[in-house]
């Protein structure tokens, strides 16, 4: 007597005497091949004569039939979360580079607006508008001679000082290193006929950034200032605050003046109480009044 499967007499595929209804030796199902095809092929050789054997080949195709309409369904709820994920970190990717290309414009104008002086404001000691420096009124060039005794040592230093002193009201922009006016020691002081007589409000003192410096210090920029309005060159002048030039700032640090409210002036005095370190000499590249 042959030996008979549990799994298999209960699922119907043994006759009341014992024999199977499918042979297995006429019908080759490979692993590999689609069960559809496993189906037709089943459902070509072998006999389905017996009700209780075709009623589970009923159930079975029934099933793969639903499974197989339900497919693109499942795939297409996989697929869609997918492309949108793709979507997403695409869009993600560009923000980036959006963001990145804004950083560097946003660092570009950055540095322009350390080396650029805020030309929107009037300017009422620029030279090109009529204001002058009073040399006689004025501290001496920085010479590094220290006897000048050649005589055309001297004929060149009384031409290139007033030369130099020009130079803090021809609002240069930006500032180039060396193109400034020099004075001897850490106090100085740099007398401007304004172009108008004017009620001063602000003003702006300029010198060349760290960034610029072949150095990386500034050492001789002006550190505290004073600033005297004067009505004519004889008085002494009236005090109208004291200021602190940032050394790590912007090259052109405007200041509002702390007491401005004390008429029209005809001239300005900016005198330099000390600067940053440099013991010989302090430069001063710009200055700027600017009032009503």
Known sequence: MLRRSL????AGYYTEQGTPTVCYKEVICRVFQRRKGCVDSIDHHESIDNPQHTSNFQKWTTRYSRYSATRPIKFIKWLFPLLWSAYQLIHFAMLCMQLNEVQQELQIYKQQMIIFAPDTIPNFASESQGARVLHHLSSDTYWPQKDIGIVWDKIFYWWY????QR???QE??????GNCWTFSGEQGHLFISLSHPVSITKVTLGHIAKSQSIHGHIASAPREFSVYGLRTEDEEGTFLGKLVYDQDGAAF???DLPNPE???FRH????INNNWGNVDYTC???FRVHGN
Do not use: D
């Open 7 to 10: 799994r298999l007499q209960e």
């Open 161 to 164: 000082s007033p030369k130099a």
């Open 167 to 169: 130079r803090v009201i």
């Open 172 to 177: 240069h922009s930006p500032l180039q290193p």
């Open 253 to 255: 640090q405007t200041f």
């Open 262 to 264: 004390q008429g029209a």
């Open 268 to 271: 300005v005095m900016l005198r």
């Open 284 to 286: 001063i590249y710009s």
